[in-house]
């Protein structure tokens, strides 16, 4: 801990938070007690007023202060979110202004007398991660509080949430009810993978609280902290151990950051330090890491976050050796319908699950391309991110609704809202059942047109969903995610493993594997990056690749010898011109080379292909169709360049795609070009995946489809109930239409036909 010497005043960081315990440990009633410590920590931090806030039935109720109207006590209650108070208390984070009136949160509260203070920093009062209040100092004078004394603040805060617990605990008067996790409630996020869910909460962390924070002898917390960091270097290298032994996997290399971390001296000499100051071992990890999280939220780099979330996820794992709790909930036996709620969480932990109990995952933070969504759409579970306070409302053990379809998850739903929910279920679970009657059937339309539907997949727990789908192939292999979920490089050997398991799980199905497409918002952790104004447009793909023409040879290289007396199919993203495709054929002919050379085995064929996602490749069509054995159009991509339209953001979400009469016109261009020139043609976007879509493309003539294992059954369904005689020519109309789109039409035509979407 660092008070500084205008904070220490003539104690100490040692001796004041002794005094706190004393006084907290001492006689009189709770109010007399708190009312005594706002004293001291005023006298401490030398401010004119000090004031402690708890929430009480979901509001900020002040219930002691210094300096403050003292009739004010019990009677001032904020909203979290109201004021500065309720401010601090709704971001979770400190906030300290050297003006505090002249901020547009500043609520001003006659009863308080507070008009005459100037300067306010105020930090949460956390109980094992748990918000239960706000400690506020102000002062009269435009005062600059500097970093060392918010720190000081955050142990103060610490300590005195252990405190308020015990005292206010004794106290049934003004007991605060802990939390407000006895009422339903309804919870808006983001939806990171879509799909419906009711099970019961488990959270991935058994809340820790810290009863003891402040100690006496810190060599005896000391000897404990690095006993403790002995014990978790060891956990980890065991994991390892276990990871090894599954060549190819994902979480090796994650673990591997775990292990640097966990070896990280920095972090040990700064829980040092907080002991040092007074803390015990436990209570020291806990400050280092409240201050982490601190940084986290106002860190917007993803990759950065992820690092940091990681070391959250270290810290956990240290306290619960100081504890002796169990690692995660992973270790202990999981209701059959485990919700698994955790503020992140790492792809690797999600993992360690396994797939049997889990029904979804709730997040407090992530996004939509962290990694740990990734393999929640890989295990076909809905994520619902991005809610706010998410582990204060919710207890173990909780009914839990996850509505991936509109972005909200009900915490110990009304029977209404179980009724509703009840019904959304049971519709999905008979639509599933009918997907699997269909599985081993043909994708083929009523008059005999078979459609190849073939999967999309980047993780090797997506490679189980190609019997379950009964998938045709694998139409899009995003090769980068592999590369993603790692903390260095996947060196060549690294590499063969794992395309040499891709390609065992599909057997004679074949395999399209799409070179690295990294860059933009597929961020490697150890390939150096660049601030880009616009990363979609940007280095990114075939660019990058051609660029650092060492990784894409050495990728090319796993590929050949993966693909040594077998079919390979290989795929370059984001070719814009024919002179790019040619370099990039040129590497591979060049390590075809090599390998023959060496005298290695080859593949019994190469098919060399490429990605249409950006809009100047269709002009030169003529020249490409005569140099490649096929194409697999990237609508995601292909749309966002074509309407100029980010792909990633909500606003513009559905707003143009292929039912677009200037994309079906493109598209149906391309078709007819690539029928012409006999190269077989592919789109493997997200609109393939989705049914009346993919009515437009098969309407259009494609034959041959990619997407999501989900999408599988539904999208078969529908092909299965169409007359191309019919739809062919209705189709081919659409493209000359002055609509904005074509999906009402389309819809109502396969009303007319009785087609399923
Ligand atoms: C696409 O752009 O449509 C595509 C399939 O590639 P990705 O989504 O990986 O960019
Ligand atoms: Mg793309």
Not at 303 to 329: F, K, P, Q, V
Not at 384 to 393: K, P, Y
């Amino acid at each position: 801990m660092s008070l500084t010497a205008s904070s220490q005043g003539a104690t100490g960081p040692r001796v004041l938070l002794r005094r706190l315990r004393e006084v907290m440990a001492g006689s009189g009633s709770a109010q007399e007690r708190l009312d005594q410590v706002v004293r001291v920590i005023a006298a401490n931090m030398v401010a004119e007023v000090c004031s402690v806030y708890l929430i009480r039935d979901g509001e900020l109720e002040l219930f002691a202060t210094e300096g403050l109207n003292p009739q004010a006590v019990h009677r001032t209650r904020l909203a979290i979110g109201e004021g500065l108070v309720g401010l601090i208390a709704e971001r979770g984070r400190p906030l300290a202004l050297r003006d505090a009136q002249a901020h547009p949160n500043f609520a001003y509260r006659p009863e308080t007398g507070e008009e005459i203070y100037r300067a306010l920093m105020g930090v949460p009062i956390l109980r094992g991660g748990r918000e239960v209040g706000v400690l506020v100092v102000q002062n009269r004078t435009h005062r600059d509080y500097n970093e060392d004394e918010i720190e000081a603040m955050l142990t103060i805060a610490m300590v005195l949430a252990e405190m308020v617990a015990s005292l206010l605990s004794r106290d049934d008067e003004t007991a605060p009810r802990e939390g407000m996790t006895d009422l339903p409630a309804r919870l808006a996020g983001t939806v990171f993978n879509e799909g419906l869910a009711r099970g019961t909460a488990v959270l991935h962390q058994p809340r820790i609280v810290v009863e003891r924070h402040v100690a006496d002898d810190p060599e005896q917390e000391s000897r404990r902290l690095r006993q403790g960091i002995v014990e978790l270097r060891e956990q980890i290298d065991t994991m390892l151990r276990m990871a090894i032994a599954e060549p190819g996997g994902e979480s090796r290399e994650i673990l591997e950051t775990y292990r640097m971390f966990a070896h990280d001296r920095g972090w040990v000499t700064r829980m040092v330090a907080e002991i040092e100051g007074g803390l015990t071992a436990e209570a020291a990890v806990e400050r280092i890491q409240v201050e982490n999280r601190t940084r986290m939220a106002e860190i917007a780099d993803p990759y950065l976050r992820e690092r940091l979330n990681d070391l959250d996820d270290i810290s956990n794992r240290l306290l619960r050796t100081l504890t002796g709790r169990a690692d995660s909930a992973a270790a202990e036996t999981l209701p059959d319908d485990a919700i698994l709620v955790a503020h992140n969480l790492g792809p690797a932990e999600l993992l360690d699950y396994g797939e049997a109990r889990l029904r979804a995952l709730v997040l407090e933070e992530g996004s939509a391309s962290s990694h740990v969504a990734i393999v929640a759409r890989a295990l076909q579970i809905p994520v619902i991110g991005r809610i706010e306070r998410l582990l204060e409302l919710v207890d173990p053990g909780d009914t839990i609704l996850v509505d991936g379809d509109h972005d909200q998850v009900f915490l110990r739903p009304g029977a209404d809202v179980e009724a509703a929910f009840a019904q959304s279920l049971e519709a999905r679970e008979a639509e599933a059942a009918e997907f699997d009657a269909i599985r081993e059937l043909p994708a083929m339309t009523r008059d005999g047109v078979e459609i190849a539907l073939n999967m999309n997949a980047g993780l090797l727990v997506d490679l189980a969903h190609l019997d379950a789908t009964g998938a045709a192939g694998i139409g899009l292999y995003r090769t980068e995610l592999h590369f993603m979920v790692r903390a260095a490089m996947p060196n060549v050997a690294t590499q063969v493993t794992f395309y040499d398991r891709v390609l065992d799980a599909a057997g004679e199905r074949p395999v399209i594997f799409r070179t690295l497409d990294v860059g933009g918002d597929k961020v490697l952790p150890y390939l150096a990056r660049h601030e880009e104004t616009n990363p979609a447009m940007g280095w990114r793909a075939i660019r990058l690749s051609l660029d650092r023409p060492v990784l894409l040879r050495m990728q090319l290289r796993a590929l050949l010898r993966a693909g040594a007396g077998r079919r390979l199919n290989v795929m370059f993203p984001m070719i814009a011109d024919v002179s790019e495709f040619r370099q990039a054929r040129a590497l591979l002919d060049k390590e075809l080379e090599r390998q023959r050379r060496l005298g290695e085995a080859l593949p019994v064929q190469i098919r060399v292909g490429t990605m249409l996602e950006v809009p100047s490749l269709v002009w030169q069509l003529p020249t490409l169709l005569d140099e490649i054995d096929f194409i697999s159009i990237g609508s995601n991509d292909l749309m966002q360049f074509l309407f100029a339209s980010d792909r990633g953001n909500p606003r513009l979400t559905g707003r143009y795609g292929v039912l677009s009469p200037a994309a079906l016109s493109l598209l149906g261009d391309i078709v007819a070009k690539c029928r012409d020139a006999d190269v077989p043609l592919s789109l493997c976007g997200e609109a393939a995946g989705r049914p009346l879509e993919a009515l437009a493309l098969i309407g259009l003539g494609f034959r041959a489809i990619s997407m999501n294992a989900a999408s599988i059954g539904p999208v078969k369904r529908m092909v299965r109930g169409v007359d191309m005689s019919r739809l062919a020519p209705f189709v081919q109309e659409l493209g000359r239409l002055p609509d904005h789109s074509c999906g009402d039409r389309l819809r109502a035509f396969a009303e007319a036909e009785n087609i399923p979407l």
